[in-house]
């Protein structure tokens, strides 16, 4: 899988749109980026992925570069909730037994 | 149900103890996971399963794990004399076949407190 590089820590304020960006410089032609979440004392949570066009959801938008080595999520109007470590994985989407490796992530603390 | 549902959510055991953590996945969903997660750590793969068969165990830290899937469904994993480095949470996640492998659903959780 290619390896990704997400920063330690974000802070955004609430309301205002939070933008946390991955590098992906050696992903593959048929490798999706996917993005995951984790909220304090829960499990990861799938946000959305994408190949090479952006993508939107009802939680989050992915705009991934026309060279594919970097994305970024982003959640339009952060709220406290939103508050969470978030994951950019690089994989294979029609793997079945596709171990996510999942990294470090990003801290995103959204404040008040 | 309709999410994962893992249990117990909280075990503490003494050292040398054995454990046995439940996974209930969502009905139909075929690949099911098991993952092990440390105080401020992402998750670390464990194993993996397809229907009933057990494809990928490359993840399990020693021979003092084991997991099974004998029906296709529910996931027991279990940690036999259990150490302190044992610690964490171990998350099950499940995921349907072909294009939608990647969506995983995780459960909440079973956090070990090994003492």
């Known amino acids: 899988d290619a390896k990704t590089t997400q920063p330690t820590s974000m802070d955004c304020a609430e309301g205002r749109a939070a933008n946390l960006p991955c590098n992906h410089s050696t992903i593959s032609g048929n490798e999706y980026v996917y993005w995951y979440r984790q909220i304090h004392s829960q499990g990861p949570q799938y946000i959305i992925h994408g190949l090479k066009n952006n993508e939107t959801n009802e939680m989050a938008s992915l705009i991934i570069t026309e060279d594919r080595k970097s994305s970024t999520l982003i959640l339009p109007h952060a709220t406290l909730r939103d508050t969470a470590v978030y994951y950019c994985i690089v994989r294979v989407a029609e793997t079945s037994g596709s171990r996510l490796t999942f990294g470090e992530g990003t801290q995103l603390t959204v404040n008040p | 149900g309709a999410g994962v549902s893992q249990s117990p959510r909280y075990k503490v055991a003494k050292r040398g103890q054995d454990v046995a953590l439940r996974c209930d996945p969502i009905?139909?969903?075929?690949?099911l996971f098991w993952y092990q997660q440390a105080l401020g750590q992402g998750p670390e793969f464990l194993t993996y399963?397809?229907?009933?068969?057990?494809?990928?165990k490359s993840g399990l830290p020693s021979d003092r794990f084991f997991a099974e899937r004998p029906e296709g469904s529910v996931s027991t994993l279990k940690i036999q004399r259990t150490q302190q480095e044992d610690s964490a949470v171990y998350l099950c996640?499940?995921?349907?076949?072909?294009?939608?492998?990647?969506?995983?659903?995780f459960g909440a959780g079973s956090r070990l407190t090994v003492l």
């Open positions: 996640a499940s995921s349907l076949a072909g294009v939608g492998a990647n969506v995983l659903t």
């Open positions: 399963f397809q229907n009933e068969a057990q494809l990928d």
């Open positions: 009905s139909g969903h075929v690949s």
